[in-house]
């Protein structure tokens, strides 16, 4: 079997694609993306599922809480445990992890013997792998790439998360309609095979240090005095607590509004679940653009970030729209964040 290595020269040209010439991050990269999608296919499915098995307002929005809980929870004991732990066996157990989870998620749903408690419980457990993977996937990156590539990898990173976040949701509204959430659950479980795929062949030479292991609570200590004294990390906190807290809301109760609209189905309104990854994905491509031409440079970061958060609430405030069409008081419900969800928008562009 031949492996994946990764192939490490500072003399490249930087440019925004040049990471994608090599190997293990172009391949990682690849299975990423079908992950991600996998992962957005799961989230609307689930949602769809929940809207089926309970009509309750407050069970459809526990899908989207057992979804975010456990980042808020795990995200900073995860960040500490992947500083210390080998990065490429971790991230191999967590996505064996949540492919088990998938896959005994959809051999449930297939059975029809899923009930609404189960769905968010096997939701949760997926979420958990999501807390575990983030800090991780993060911190292989300056691995993957040398240091001048570094920025044009991150931005690569963050254009497939919104590219898989832009069709994951459409993809999923189709094949709910035509197979059942039980086939989305399937194609999840079988997208983390990718990844497993390639980090098992990568090779990974673990950078050399001078300093002594840390332990798990010294490095929770020193991830929040870190955040204390950096001011930039807590206006990104700000801004993404601002937005995310109000867009949340609306997300968890889109498949309401979907299956209430008139001759409504998953793929009625579920593509809206992709509207801020469409706006993203417009927004990369403009300043990618720009760069080339040797502009961005010239732009202040704070105009490019309130145009990315214009955009952001220009996508999720039509809704409203949508939601007047509908012939059910959830739809009355939804209605109400709405309006809510492009203020953040805007509060975040301001911010």
Known sequence: MTTITPIVSGQEPVSTWSPLRLSVFRWLWIATLASNTGTWMHDVGAGWLMTSLSPSAVMVALVQTATSLPVFLLALPAGALSDIVDRRRYLIVVQVWMAMMA??????SFFDA?????????????????????????????ELVPRIQLQSAIALNSLGVNVARAIGPALAGVIVSLWGTGAVFALNALSYLGVI????????????????SERFLGALRGGLRFARHA?????????GLGFFLFASAS?????????????????AGLWRSGGV?????????????????GRFARCPRGRCHRTLCVFDAGIVFPPWVMAGSARHAHGRRCLDYDPVLAASGGANGIA
């Not at 896959?103 to 449930?108: E, G, K, T």
């Open 114 to 142: 899923i009930s609404a408690w189960m769905l968010v419980a096997l939701t949760f457990a997926m979420g958990i792998g999501t807390a575990m993977t983030m800090p991780a996937w993060a911190a292989i990156t300056p």
């Open 231 to 239: 001011p930039e990390l807590q206006a990104a906190v700000i801004r």
């Open 197 to 212: 795929w390639v980090l098992v062949r990568w090779r990974r030479q673990a950078p050399p240090s001078a300093l002594p």
């Open 103 to 108: 896959a005994l998620l959809a051999i449930i």
């Open 277 to 293: 990854g469409r706006s993203r994905c417009s927004c990369w491509c403009l300043v990618a653009s720009e760069t080339a031409r």
């Open 251 to 267: 997300w968890a109760l889109l498949p309401l509004v979907a299956r209430s609209l008139v001759n409504g189905g998953p793929q």
